[in-house]
């Protein structure tokens, strides 16, 4: 039982390298027919904020807003946006559960990976809900941890999956959140709802060395360590073992890995 809810992965350096690939077409493909000029957007969770600045790109003459509880994210976010000239896009400490923006404000909401941290997704669901206008979207896009699947089958790797779903829930949240973005819709009052899914895969030197090199960093030196401990679910060493299989990894050239995600439209 979770005793607090927290943000798993922390905002180090070797998570933030991370988010900062991510783009609409990489982690929001399916929300890009909604993405037209003029349209407003909020982005809950927006970390890093590259996939906002593209979202801001994609709806130019639209006002497009980021939140995120870390200050010093959001004032990243804003650089990030302000040395890209684009004059739509702001950024805003934010709480998700409590927007501060009136009923009914925007054409599309959206959140890539963070339904899957809170301990009440469907309270955000329906906080989204009601700032978005009749008519518009609310947008969800989640990993399925438990439904990752990868080459070597080296056991540290293995040992990182269990360390990060007991950590993912002790921390409050539900790492498979993806399989339920569906259910938690329904039950925070949408009816009309479209679903799909989608993958990331990571296997060539370049991906290899992205996603593997910054795990084998992250095991260690972000919070995901000590929350790792202080869970139960692992030992330092065990955290050193977990490091040392994601460098293994990265210097297989057999090495591959892929992780799915479950992906909702709600409309309003």
Same mark, same amino acid.
């Given at each position: 039982m979770a005793t607090i809810e927290r943000y798993t992965h922390g905002h180090h350096d070797s998570v933030l390298r991370t988010h900062s690939w991510r783009t609409?077409?990489?982690?929001?493909?399916?929300?890009?027919?909604?993405?037209?000029?003029?349209?407003?957007?909020?982005?809950?969770?927006?970390?890093?904020?590259?996939?906002?600045?593209?979202?801001?790109?994609?709806?130019?003459?639209?006002?497009?807003?980021?939140?995120?509880?870390?200050?010093?994210?959001?004032?990243?976010a804003q650089a990030l946006a302000d040395d890209n000239g684009l004059t739509n896009v702001e950024f805003q400490v934010g709480d998700a559960y409590h927007l501060d923006f009136p009923d009914d404000t925007f054409d599309v909401v959206h959140a890539h990976q963070v339904l899957q941290h809170v301990a009440d997704p469907v309270a955000v669901l329906r906080e989204m809900r009601r700032v978005t206008k009749p008519g518009g979207v609310v947008a969800a896009r989640d990993v399925i941890y438990g439904g990752a699947v990868w080459h070597p089958l080296l056991p540290g790797l293995r040992k990182w999956m269990d360390v990060y779903q007991a950590v993912a829930r002790f921390n409050g949240g539900d790492p498979d959140g993806g399989s339920s973005l569906k259910a938690? *819709?329904? !039950?925070?009052? =949408?009816?009309?709802? /479209?679903?799909? &899914?989608?993958?990331?895969?990571?296997? %060539?030197?370049?991906?290899?060395?992205?996603?593997?090199?910054?795990?084998?960093?992250? *095991?260690? !030196?972000?919070? =995901?360590?000590?929350? /790792?401990?202080? &869970?139960?679910?692992?030992?330092?060493? %065990?955290?050193?073992?977990?490091?040392?299989?994601?460098?293994?990894?990265?210097?297989?050239?057999?090495?591959?890995?892929?992780?799915?995600?479950?992906?909702?439209l709600a409309t309003k």
């Open positions: 609409v077409e990489n982690s929001a493909a399916y929300l890009v027919p909604h993405l037209v000029p003029g349209a407003s957007v909020l982005d809950v969770g927006s970390g890093p904020g590259t996939i906002t600045v593209d979202i801001g790109r994609r709806v130019a003459g639209g006002r497009v807003v980021g939140i995120d509880s870390a200050e010093d994210v959001r004032d990243q938690w *819709a329904m !039950e925070a009052g =949408f009816e009309d709802i /479209s679903t799909g &899914a989608s993958i990331w895969c990571f296997a %060539d030197d370049a991906d290899r060395e992205w996603w593997g090199g910054n795990w084998a960093v992250r *095991a260690l !030196e972000s919070s =995901f360590a000590p929350q /790792s401990i202080e &869970a139960g679910a692992a030992t330092l060493e %065990d955290l050193q073992e977990v490091s040392e299989a994601w460098k293994a990894w990265v210097a297989d050239k057999t090495g591959w890995f892929a992780m799915p995600h479950g992906e909702i």
